[in-house]
């Protein structure tokens, strides 16, 4: 070790080793000391890093802080849990009654989009004495915030303000004006959880951009790598901003070389990876129930275009989204050379990974719900502009940006009667609720003064065994069940939607979902017409009642026939259902999910998965017979 005096100002002693660490530890040596003023205007980029990212002072992590503030207290406001969000509750219900991740007791069906959410809820209803509706808009709120929050802070560590320019939080403040974010925080979705992974993700890759590596500060790739692995599993689309992001980080880390980039590709994917073979065995599918319910590999292209009008145009995006990327190109032409080429990865890699997020959705039709499954992609095209420095021409488009989130925040709704199948899922509770609270189930029990939902439960709680058609106000008269149908769940009810129905019967009661989410047949079902976002598999009654009800039986009229009710079920119809769900790979699929879980049958799921995923049948149970039974 040798001592290099520094000069007649000299504040401090740098102790340098003979030869540096190695490479890509991104570990200091700890006897380093503090530089002298004059070293510190050398032009080595981690000297000039240190020195542009002093610690934030308490007044500017307020203002860096109020647009996260104020989406605490909007999401507040608009708290509620929807159908949808009574999915998620319901699954949870099953876990912590020692079922399983499933939707119904006995069948192994991933009613859940959110492997991770389902997770989080179901931990956090264990540990907590509260009501798993307020520990969902809770958590939700709390997701949605925190999100926001490290994402402001991240990408102030990206902006380096210039003399009197002020950093402001603009791109923040674009993503909280709009409603569509208070309300999917909640609604008992992955929403808030959604806005927490990116926000945190972003915030890690931070670290290691223009203001790394730091003194005192070592690399723990483990943890970075982990986390931006997690995208799959908070949302299967995620895997998208989950490459771009590992992208981003590998490359922002180059010094480790290549053995260091596998290494965090590893660490990436072993999570995702174990979920995976999971999902593959328990459920045997490759994908959620609810990806083949709403064939998200299939395009809809036009009724995608929509749903981006849909969004877009509600809300005005068109003028934030000009003006923030003006001042993104700005950033990245005014930067220094040398560190040019970061600031240019850490603005375009979450632009272009959100528009291949958005693209996607764009393909596949996008959802019913008004602006939800794009909102992510939104936060991720915000994450550079976040914190804008502002000064001259910068500063009269920020002001620009403020009077439209304020217009937005105000005066822009999506219209109640929605168009092209695209709703706001809230706006009708709310309204019938008259500013009431929209929380819990029996809020809603409250609000439609049915007595439905309590009479069927009281039906299983009595022992009573059957089918029953469910329609509100219609008599709930339970046709015979087939014998040697599984005593898990002797009461079958078949009726839409099943959200609340579901979670207000409880865990104990089957519900033959009608939308195909949580149904194995229904979700095989073939598309033949394009419809309603999401709810394009209408599984024909005739199949619930040819897997469930005993032959022979006087069959019932058939009130959910989805817009065709009330009519007669076809006996023809009901024996073709009871024949194809004993044919072919129908039949492989049920037994995949009915069997016992045993390591023989979880290894033949494995095996079976691509090829139950890949298949589909004919929705109409004549049709459907024709095609995978062989003939009589």
Request: hydrophobic share 45%.
């Amino acid at each position: 070790m040798r001592i290099r005096s520094i000069g007649p100002r000299t504040r401090a002693v740098a102790l340098l080793p003979d030869s540096p660490p190695a490479s890509g530890s991104g570990i200091s040596d700890p006897s380093t000391a503090q530089l002298s003023a004059d070293d510190d205007q050398s032009t080595t980029p981690e000297r000039r890093s240190r020195r542009r990212s002093p610690r934030l002072s308490a007044g500017t992590l307020v203002v860096l802080l109020a647009p996260a503030a104020l989406l605490l207290v909007m999401a507040w406001h608009y708290r509620w849990i929807g159908d949808d969000g009574f999915i998620n509750l319901r699954v949870v219900q099953q876990v912590v009654s020692g079922h399983g991740p499933v939707f119904n007791r006995g069948e192994r069906v991933e009613a859940g989009t959110s492997p991770l959410w389902i997770a989080v809820l179901s931990f956090a209803d264990l540990v907590s004495p509260f009501r798993l509706e307020w520990i969902a808009v809770v958590l939700g709120i709390v997701g949605s915030v925190v999100g926001v929050a490290l994402g402001t802070i991240g990408t102030r560590r990206v902006v380096q303000p210039r003399g009197r320019e002020l950093a402001l939080p603009i791109g923040a403040i674009v993503f909280v004006a709009i409603p569509a974010v208070w309300t999917y925080s909640t609604a008992g979705l992955e929403g808030g959880l959604s806005f927490a992974w990116l926000g945190t993700s972003w915030y890690l890759l931070t670290r290691r951009g223009l203001v790394a590596p730091r003194i005192h500060r070592p690399d723990r790739p483990a943890i970075v790598s982990v986390v931006l692995g997690l995208g799959p599993i908070v949302r299967p689309d995620f895997l998208v901003v989950s490459i771009g992001f590992l992208v981003l980080h590998l490359v922002l880390n180059r010094r480790g070389g290549w053995s260091r980039g596998l290494l965090a590709i590893a660490y990436a994917a072993a999570v995702p990876f174990a979920v995976e073979v999971f999902r593959m065995g328990y459920y045997g599918l490759l994908v959620p129930n609810t990806a083949l319910a709403k064939e998200a590999t299939r395009s809809n292209w036009s009724q995608g275009w929509h749903y981006l009008a849909d969004f877009a145009n509600t809300y005005w995006l068109a003028i934030p989204v000009v003006l923030l990327l003006g001042v993104l190109g700005a950033r990245i032409l005014r930067a220094d050379t040398d560190e040019r080429f970061a600031t240019a990865m850490l603005a375009i890699v979450p632009v272009v990974t959100s528009l291949v997020l958005a693209l996607y959705w764009i393909r596949v039709g996008g959802d019913w719900m008004h602006a939800r499954v794009l909102l992510p992609a939104f936060l991720c095209f915000l994450l550079p502009t976040l914190v804008v420095a502002t000064s001259g021409w910068r500063l009269v488009l920020a002001a620009a940006v403020v009077v439209w989130a304020v217009w937005c925040g105000f005066g822009l709704r999506e219209s109640p009667a929605g168009h092209h199948g695209i709703i706001d899922p809230r706006w009708s509770p709310a309204a019938f609720a008259h500013g009431h609270e929209i929380v819990t189930i029996d809020d809603y029990r409250e609000l439609s003064k049915d007595e439905t939902w309590d009479r069927i439960r009281a039906l299983a709680d009595s022992g009573t065994k059957g089918v029953i058609l469910f329609h509100p106000g219609k008599d709930l008269e339970p046709l015979p069940l087939a014998p040697g149908h599984r005593s898990t769940a002797p009461l079958v009810v078949r009726g839409l939607p099943i959200g609340m129905v579901s979670y207000a019967v409880g865990p104990d009661v089957y519900i033959a979902d009608g939308y195909a989410l949580a149904d194995p047949v229904g979700s095989h079902l073939r598309i033949e017409k394009r419809g309603r976002p999401g709810h394009e598999k209408l599984v024909p009654t005739e199949w619930v009642v040819g897997r469930f009800a005993r032959p022979g039986i006087s069959l019932p009229l058939d009130y959910e026939a989805f817009g065709q009710g009330p009519k007669q079920l076809s006996e023809r119809q009901v024996e073709a259902a009871r024949r194809a769900i004993g044919c072919g790979d129908l039949r492989d699929v049920l037994e995949a999910v009915d069997e016992p879980l045993t390591p023989s049958r979880f290894l033949q799921n494995l095996f079976d998965a691509p090829r139950l995923t890949r298949f589909r049948v004919a929705p109409t149970p004549t049709a459907a017979a024709r095609e995978i039974c062989p003939p009589s």
